[in-house]
Protein backbone atom coordinates (compact mmCIF):
# COMPACT_ATOMS: atom_id res chain seq x y z
CA UNK A 1 0.00 0.00 0.00
CA UNK A 2 0.88 3.59 -0.61
CA UNK A 3 0.14 5.46 2.69
CA UNK A 4 -0.19 9.04 3.47
CA UNK A 5 0.64 9.70 6.73
CA UNK A 6 -0.11 13.24 8.04
CA UNK A 7 1.19 14.91 11.34
CA UNK A 8 0.61 17.91 13.54
CA UNK A 9 4.28 18.10 14.58
CA UNK A 10 7.36 15.88 13.04
CA UNK A 11 7.42 12.40 14.19
CA UNK A 12 11.25 12.67 14.25
CA UNK A 13 13.46 12.92 16.35
CA UNK A 14 11.05 11.22 18.57
CA UNK A 15 11.04 14.01 21.24
CA UNK A 16 7.72 12.94 23.10
CA UNK A 17 4.99 10.27 23.33
CA UNK A 18 2.87 11.39 20.62
CA UNK A 19 5.80 11.60 17.84
CA UNK A 20 7.30 8.74 19.09
CA UNK A 21 3.59 6.92 18.49
CA UNK A 22 3.80 8.24 14.93
CA UNK A 23 7.05 7.32 14.14
CA UNK A 24 6.85 3.73 15.57
CA UNK A 25 4.02 3.65 13.25
CA UNK A 26 6.15 4.71 9.99
CA UNK A 27 8.78 2.08 11.10
CA UNK A 28 6.16 -0.43 11.54
CA UNK A 29 4.95 0.33 8.34
CA UNK A 30 8.22 0.27 6.66
CA UNK A 31 9.31 -2.65 7.62
CA UNK A 32 6.48 -4.77 6.70
CA UNK A 33 7.16 -3.36 2.89
CA UNK A 34 4.49 -0.44 2.79
CA UNK A 35 5.33 2.57 1.48
CA UNK A 36 4.85 6.05 4.11
CA UNK A 37 5.23 9.25 2.64
CA UNK A 38 5.34 11.84 5.27
CA UNK A 39 3.44 14.85 5.77
CA UNK A 40 4.45 17.35 9.25
CA UNK A 41 3.30 20.55 10.55
CA UNK A 42 6.23 22.25 12.22
CA UNK A 43 5.54 24.68 14.60
CA UNK A 44 7.12 27.51 17.32
CA UNK A 45 7.09 24.28 19.99
CA UNK A 46 8.23 21.68 17.43
CA UNK A 47 10.33 23.06 14.74
CA UNK A 48 12.33 20.61 12.31
CA UNK A 49 15.14 21.05 10.50
CA UNK A 50 16.47 18.92 7.58
CA UNK A 51 19.89 19.17 7.90
CA UNK A 52 19.26 17.19 11.65
CA UNK A 53 17.62 14.60 10.56
CA UNK A 54 18.71 11.01 9.50
CA UNK A 55 19.41 10.77 5.29
CA UNK A 56 18.13 7.53 5.59
CA UNK A 57 14.71 8.63 7.57
CA UNK A 58 14.40 11.77 4.50
CA UNK A 59 15.06 8.87 1.79
CA UNK A 60 12.87 6.23 3.31
CA UNK A 61 9.79 8.60 4.00
CA UNK A 62 10.47 11.28 1.61
CA UNK A 63 9.84 13.40 4.52
CA UNK A 64 8.13 17.23 3.52
CA UNK A 65 6.92 19.48 6.15
CA UNK A 66 5.28 23.29 6.63
CA UNK A 67 5.61 25.72 9.12
CA UNK A 68 2.35 26.79 10.78
CA UNK A 69 2.99 29.27 14.08
CA UNK A 70 0.33 27.95 15.95
CA UNK A 71 0.92 30.14 18.89
CA UNK A 72 -1.65 31.10 20.83
CA UNK A 73 -2.84 35.20 20.57
CA UNK A 74 -4.70 36.41 23.34
CA UNK A 75 -6.75 38.81 20.24
CA UNK A 76 -7.55 35.57 18.35
CA UNK A 77 -8.50 33.91 21.63
CA UNK A 78 -10.64 36.72 22.12
CA UNK A 79 -12.30 37.35 19.04
CA UNK A 80 -12.90 33.57 18.88
CA UNK A 81 -15.48 33.50 21.40
CA UNK A 82 -17.74 35.11 19.46
CA UNK A 83 -18.12 32.35 16.79
CA UNK A 84 -18.72 28.65 16.92
CA UNK A 85 -15.40 27.22 15.78
CA UNK A 86 -12.64 25.46 18.00
CA UNK A 87 -9.58 27.63 18.61
CA UNK A 88 -7.78 24.33 19.44
CA UNK A 89 -8.29 23.60 15.91
CA UNK A 90 -8.42 26.76 13.93
CA UNK A 91 -4.81 27.05 15.06
CA UNK A 92 -3.99 24.55 12.96
CA UNK A 93 -5.27 25.50 9.46
CA UNK A 94 -3.12 26.98 6.92
CA UNK A 95 -3.54 28.09 3.33
CA UNK A 96 0.28 26.96 2.64
CA UNK A 97 0.03 23.89 4.07
CA UNK A 98 -3.26 22.90 2.13
CA UNK A 99 -1.72 23.78 -1.11
CA UNK A 100 1.02 21.88 -0.40
CA UNK A 101 -1.09 18.74 0.15
CA UNK A 102 -2.55 19.60 -2.60
CA UNK A 103 0.46 19.12 -4.71
CA UNK A 104 0.87 15.93 -3.45
CA UNK A 105 -1.97 15.14 -3.91
CA UNK A 106 -2.39 15.41 -7.46
CA UNK A 107 1.49 13.79 -8.14
CA UNK A 108 1.14 10.77 -5.95
CA UNK A 109 -2.27 8.27 -5.75
CA UNK A 110 -2.36 7.01 -1.88
CA UNK A 111 -4.48 4.01 -0.75
CA UNK A 112 -4.81 5.05 2.46
CA UNK A 113 -4.17 8.64 4.68
CA UNK A 114 -3.50 8.65 8.25
CA UNK A 115 -4.56 11.64 9.75
CA UNK A 116 -2.18 11.59 13.08
CA UNK A 117 -4.85 13.44 15.90
CA UNK A 118 -7.58 15.92 15.37
CA UNK A 119 -5.66 19.02 14.85
CA UNK A 120 -5.18 17.66 10.99
CA UNK A 121 -8.80 17.02 10.40
CA UNK A 122 -9.31 20.35 8.86
CA UNK A 123 -7.66 19.03 5.42
CA UNK A 124 -10.27 16.06 5.11
CA UNK A 125 -12.43 18.12 2.75
CA UNK A 126 -9.07 18.69 0.55
CA UNK A 127 -8.17 14.84 0.68
CA UNK A 128 -11.66 13.78 -0.31
CA UNK A 129 -11.65 16.69 -3.23
CA UNK A 130 -8.27 15.53 -4.78
CA UNK A 131 -8.02 11.23 -3.84
CA UNK A 132 -9.89 8.35 -3.52
CA UNK A 133 -7.94 7.36 -0.60
CA UNK A 134 -9.13 5.73 3.10
CA UNK A 135 -9.03 8.21 5.63
CA UNK A 136 -7.77 6.89 8.73
CA UNK A 137 -7.93 9.39 12.34
CA UNK A 138 -5.45 8.36 14.03
CA UNK A 139 -6.95 9.49 17.54
CA UNK A 140 -4.40 9.68 20.06
CA UNK A 141 -6.80 10.99 22.75
CA UNK A 142 -10.50 12.10 22.69
CA UNK A 143 -9.74 15.48 22.33
CA UNK A 144 -12.39 16.80 24.09
CA UNK A 145 -12.43 14.44 27.24
CA UNK A 146 -8.85 15.56 28.20
CA UNK A 147 -10.41 19.27 28.37
CA UNK A 148 -13.21 18.01 30.27
CA UNK A 149 -11.21 16.75 32.67
CA UNK A 150 -8.93 19.48 33.23
CA UNK A 151 -12.22 21.32 33.23
CA UNK A 152 -13.32 19.26 36.31
CA UNK A 153 -9.96 20.18 38.09
CA UNK A 154 -10.03 23.81 38.15
CA UNK A 155 -11.67 25.91 40.86
CA UNK A 156 -11.04 29.29 39.21
CA UNK A 157 -15.26 29.67 37.76
CA UNK A 158 -14.32 32.30 35.30
CA UNK A 159 -10.75 29.75 33.64
CA UNK A 160 -13.08 26.24 34.43
CA UNK A 161 -15.97 28.44 32.18
CA UNK A 162 -13.91 29.18 29.65
CA UNK A 163 -11.87 25.70 29.12
CA UNK A 164 -16.11 24.09 29.58
CA UNK A 165 -16.55 26.07 26.20
CA UNK A 166 -12.85 24.71 24.74
CA UNK A 167 -13.87 21.14 25.74
CA UNK A 168 -17.88 21.98 23.89
CA UNK A 169 -16.07 23.28 21.00
CA UNK A 170 -14.18 20.39 20.68
CA UNK A 171 -16.35 17.46 21.61
CA UNK A 172 -18.88 19.06 18.42
CA UNK A 173 -15.60 19.07 16.00
CA UNK A 174 -14.77 15.33 16.48
CA UNK A 175 -18.37 14.11 16.21
CA UNK A 176 -18.72 16.55 13.22
CA UNK A 177 -15.30 14.82 11.56
CA UNK A 178 -16.65 11.16 12.26
CA UNK A 179 -18.68 11.65 8.80
CA UNK A 180 -15.79 12.51 6.53
CA UNK A 181 -13.72 9.61 7.16
CA UNK A 182 -13.63 6.22 7.24
CA UNK A 183 -12.45 4.67 9.96
CA UNK A 184 -10.93 5.21 13.43
CA UNK A 185 -7.39 4.05 15.05
CA UNK A 186 -7.75 4.47 18.60
CA UNK A 187 -5.09 3.89 21.12
CA UNK A 188 -7.17 2.39 23.67
CA UNK A 189 -10.36 0.41 24.05
CA UNK A 190 -11.58 2.83 26.33
CA UNK A 191 -11.03 5.70 24.03
CA UNK A 192 -12.91 3.83 21.31
CA UNK A 193 -15.76 2.90 23.51
CA UNK A 194 -16.26 6.96 23.76
CA UNK A 195 -16.13 7.42 20.12
CA UNK A 196 -18.66 4.80 19.47
CA UNK A 197 -21.23 6.01 22.06
CA UNK A 198 -20.59 9.76 20.50
CA UNK A 199 -21.78 8.06 17.36
CA UNK A 200 -19.40 6.61 15.58
CA UNK A 201 -20.72 3.58 13.68
CA UNK A 202 -18.17 2.98 10.67
CA UNK A 203 -14.95 1.01 10.77
CA UNK A 204 -13.19 1.11 14.49
CA UNK A 205 -10.58 -0.59 16.33
CA UNK A 206 -8.57 -0.57 19.27
CA UNK A 207 -4.40 -0.50 17.98
CA UNK A 208 -2.06 0.71 21.37
CA UNK A 209 1.57 2.00 20.21
CA UNK A 210 4.08 -0.31 19.74
CA UNK A 211 7.30 -0.45 21.72
CA UNK A 212 10.30 -1.06 19.11
CA UNK A 213 12.04 -4.08 21.02
CA UNK A 214 15.95 -3.68 20.43
CA UNK A 215 18.03 -7.21 19.66
CA UNK A 216 20.15 -6.25 23.32
CA UNK A 217 18.75 -6.55 26.50
CA UNK A 218 16.70 -3.18 27.42
CA UNK A 219 17.01 -3.17 31.15
CA UNK A 220 20.76 -3.66 30.99
CA UNK A 221 22.89 -3.49 34.24
CA UNK A 222 23.41 0.24 34.76
CA UNK A 223 24.20 2.49 37.77
CA UNK A 224 20.71 2.87 39.52
CA UNK A 225 20.99 5.60 42.02
CA UNK A 226 19.21 3.73 45.35
CA UNK A 227 15.71 6.41 46.86
CA UNK A 228 15.68 8.08 43.39
CA UNK A 229 12.46 9.17 42.23
CA UNK A 230 11.88 10.42 38.83
CA UNK A 231 9.31 12.29 36.20
CA UNK A 232 9.37 12.76 32.99
CA UNK A 233 7.09 14.48 30.69
CA UNK A 234 6.80 16.77 27.85
CA UNK A 235 5.63 19.60 30.23
CA UNK A 236 4.01 22.02 27.34
CA UNK A 237 0.98 19.30 27.67
CA UNK A 238 -1.28 20.71 30.25
CA UNK A 239 -2.22 17.69 31.94
CA UNK A 240 1.39 16.99 32.81
CA UNK A 241 2.13 20.22 34.12
CA UNK A 242 -1.10 19.57 36.35
CA UNK A 243 0.19 16.18 37.44
CA UNK A 244 3.27 17.58 38.61
CA UNK A 245 2.14 20.16 40.41
CA UNK A 246 -0.04 18.00 42.24
CA UNK A 247 2.64 16.02 43.40
CA UNK A 248 4.49 18.56 44.43
CA UNK A 249 1.52 20.26 46.63
CA UNK A 250 -0.10 17.07 48.13
CA UNK A 251 2.51 13.66 47.37
CA UNK A 252 5.89 14.58 48.12
CA UNK A 253 5.78 16.28 51.26
CA UNK A 254 4.63 12.91 53.25
CA UNK A 255 7.03 11.31 51.39
CA UNK A 256 9.99 13.51 52.02
CA UNK A 257 8.68 13.49 55.80
CA UNK A 258 8.98 9.90 55.98
CA UNK A 259 11.92 8.99 54.20
CA UNK A 260 14.64 11.92 54.51
CA UNK A 261 16.82 10.70 51.45
CA UNK A 262 14.54 10.12 49.04
CA UNK A 263 15.65 12.43 46.06
CA UNK A 264 12.99 13.92 43.33
CA UNK A 265 14.21 14.28 39.63
CA UNK A 266 12.15 16.25 37.26
CA UNK A 267 12.56 15.59 33.88
CA UNK A 268 11.50 16.93 30.11
CA UNK A 269 10.96 19.15 27.91
CA UNK A 270 9.50 23.05 28.08
CA UNK A 271 10.21 22.78 31.91
CA UNK A 272 8.49 25.72 33.18
CA UNK A 273 10.74 27.77 35.08
CA UNK A 274 9.04 27.87 38.39
CA UNK A 275 10.30 24.83 38.53
CA UNK A 276 13.82 25.34 38.05
CA UNK A 277 13.17 28.04 41.16
CA UNK A 278 12.11 25.20 43.39
CA UNK A 279 14.44 25.65 46.63
CA UNK A 280 14.59 22.38 47.94
CA UNK A 281 17.71 20.39 48.60
CA UNK A 282 16.08 16.85 47.22
CA UNK A 283 14.10 17.80 44.02
CA UNK A 284 16.62 18.43 41.09
CA UNK A 285 14.95 19.94 38.33
CA UNK A 286 16.74 18.49 35.38
CA UNK A 287 14.93 19.86 32.49
CA UNK A 288 15.38 18.80 28.77
CA UNK A 289 17.82 15.49 28.83
CA UNK A 290 20.68 14.21 26.08
CA UNK A 291 19.48 10.87 26.49
CA UNK A 292 15.65 9.38 27.87
CA UNK A 293 16.85 6.20 27.59
CA UNK A 294 20.14 6.84 30.20
CA UNK A 295 17.81 9.03 32.64
CA UNK A 296 15.03 5.79 32.82
CA UNK A 297 17.59 3.47 33.63
CA UNK A 298 19.68 5.71 35.98
CA UNK A 299 17.42 6.10 38.52
CA UNK A 300 14.73 4.01 40.46
CA UNK A 301 10.92 4.46 40.59
CA UNK A 302 8.86 6.11 37.99
CA UNK A 303 5.69 9.11 38.91
CA UNK A 304 2.84 9.17 36.59
CA UNK A 305 0.77 11.31 38.35
CA UNK A 306 -1.43 11.96 35.34
CA UNK A 307 -5.08 13.89 36.99
CA UNK A 308 -6.91 14.74 33.52
CA UNK A 309 -6.27 13.63 29.93
CA UNK A 310 -6.94 10.47 27.46
CA UNK A 311 -5.45 8.04 25.15
CA UNK A 312 -2.14 6.61 26.01
CA UNK A 313 1.00 6.98 28.00
CA UNK A 314 3.71 6.34 25.94
CA UNK A 315 6.48 6.97 28.85
CA UNK A 316 4.61 4.59 30.61
CA UNK A 317 5.06 2.13 27.86
CA UNK A 318 8.96 2.96 27.76
CA UNK A 319 9.28 2.20 31.31
CA UNK A 320 7.62 -0.68 31.54
CA UNK A 321 9.94 -1.70 28.60
CA UNK A 322 13.10 -0.58 30.43
CA UNK A 323 11.81 -2.24 33.37
CA UNK A 324 11.12 0.20 35.67
CA UNK A 325 8.46 0.10 38.51
CA UNK A 326 5.90 2.90 37.94
CA UNK A 327 3.12 4.17 40.27
CA UNK A 328 0.51 5.85 38.47
CA UNK A 329 -2.97 7.10 38.61
CA UNK A 330 -5.95 5.18 37.41
CA UNK A 331 -5.94 7.97 34.33
CA UNK A 332 -2.65 7.76 33.82
CA UNK A 333 -2.34 4.02 33.57
CA UNK A 334 -5.26 4.28 31.26
CA UNK A 335 -5.83 1.98 28.13
CA UNK A 336 -2.95 -0.06 29.38
CA UNK A 337 -3.47 -3.71 29.71
CA UNK A 338 -1.43 -3.79 33.49
CA UNK A 339 -2.54 -4.42 36.73
CA UNK A 340 -1.44 -3.14 39.78
CA UNK A 341 0.75 -4.83 42.17
CA UNK A 342 1.62 -7.26 39.46
CA UNK A 343 3.04 -4.94 36.72
CA UNK A 344 2.33 -1.63 37.63
CA UNK A 345 1.24 0.20 40.95
CA UNK A 346 -2.10 2.28 40.68
CA UNK A 347 -2.84 4.83 43.08
CA UNK A 348 -4.91 7.78 43.14
CA UNK A 349 -5.23 9.93 46.49
CA UNK A 350 -2.36 11.49 47.60
CA UNK A 351 -2.27 9.53 50.87
CA UNK A 352 -2.41 6.54 48.67
CA UNK A 353 0.45 7.32 46.11
CA UNK A 354 2.70 8.49 49.09
CA UNK A 355 2.45 5.11 50.50
CA UNK A 356 2.68 3.35 47.02
CA UNK A 357 6.30 5.55 47.07
CA UNK A 358 7.29 4.63 50.73
CA UNK A 359 6.59 0.68 50.13
CA UNK A 360 9.09 0.66 47.02
CA UNK A 361 11.88 2.94 48.71
CA UNK A 362 11.79 0.57 51.60
CA UNK A 363 11.38 -2.71 49.55
CA UNK A 364 13.72 -2.56 46.70
CA UNK A 365 12.85 -6.42 45.91
CA UNK A 366 9.34 -5.48 45.33
CA UNK A 367 10.55 -2.18 42.34
CA UNK A 368 12.28 -5.18 41.03
CA UNK A 369 9.66 -7.38 41.02
CA UNK A 370 6.92 -4.67 39.65
CA UNK A 371 10.13 -4.18 36.55
CA UNK A 372 10.54 -7.28 35.79
CA UNK A 373 6.71 -8.11 35.41
CA UNK A 374 5.96 -4.80 33.53
CA UNK A 375 9.05 -5.73 30.74
CA UNK A 376 6.97 -8.94 30.31
CA UNK A 377 3.95 -7.27 29.45
CA UNK A 378 5.50 -5.26 26.57
CA UNK A 379 7.35 -8.14 25.07
CA UNK A 380 3.87 -10.00 25.16
CA UNK A 381 1.29 -7.13 23.99
CA UNK A 382 2.89 -3.96 23.10
CA UNK A 383 6.00 -5.38 20.41
CA UNK A 384 5.85 -2.81 17.24
CA UNK A 385 6.26 -5.84 15.17
CA UNK A 386 3.01 -7.27 16.62
CA UNK A 387 0.80 -3.93 16.68
CA UNK A 388 1.91 -3.16 13.41
CA UNK A 389 0.64 -6.33 12.14
CA UNK A 390 -3.09 -5.22 13.23
CA UNK A 391 -2.76 -1.43 11.98
CA UNK A 392 -2.64 -2.50 8.20
CA UNK A 393 -4.53 -5.72 9.12
CA UNK A 394 -7.19 -2.83 9.96
CA UNK A 395 -5.92 -0.98 6.60
CA UNK A 396 -6.41 -3.93 4.50
CA UNK A 397 -10.07 -4.34 5.85
CA UNK A 398 -10.94 -0.74 4.93
CA UNK A 399 -10.19 -1.67 1.10
CA UNK A 400 -12.59 -3.89 0.84
CA UNK A 401 -15.46 -1.66 2.29
Given at each position: MKILQICNKPPFPAVDGGAIAMNNTTQGLLQNGHK????????????????????????????????????IRLRDAFFNLFTKKSYNIERFISVAFQQHLQKMLKETSFDVVIIESLFVAPYISTIKMLSNAKIVLRAHNVEHKIWERICKNTRNPLKRRYISLLAKRLKNYEIETFEHIDGIAAMTKVDQAVFCKLGFEKNIASIPTGYIIRPEKEAQETSVEEHSIFHIASMDWLPNLEGVQWFLNHVWKTVHKQFPPAKLYLAGREMPEDFFAINHSNIVTVGKVKSAKAFYLSKKIMIVPILSGSGMRIKIIEGMALGKVIISTTIGAEGINCTSGENIIIADSPDNFAQAILHCLKHPEYCEFIGKNARKLIENEYANAHISKKMISFFEELQTT
Open positions: VTVLAITTPKHPVHLSDLPEQYISDTNFQSVYIDTS
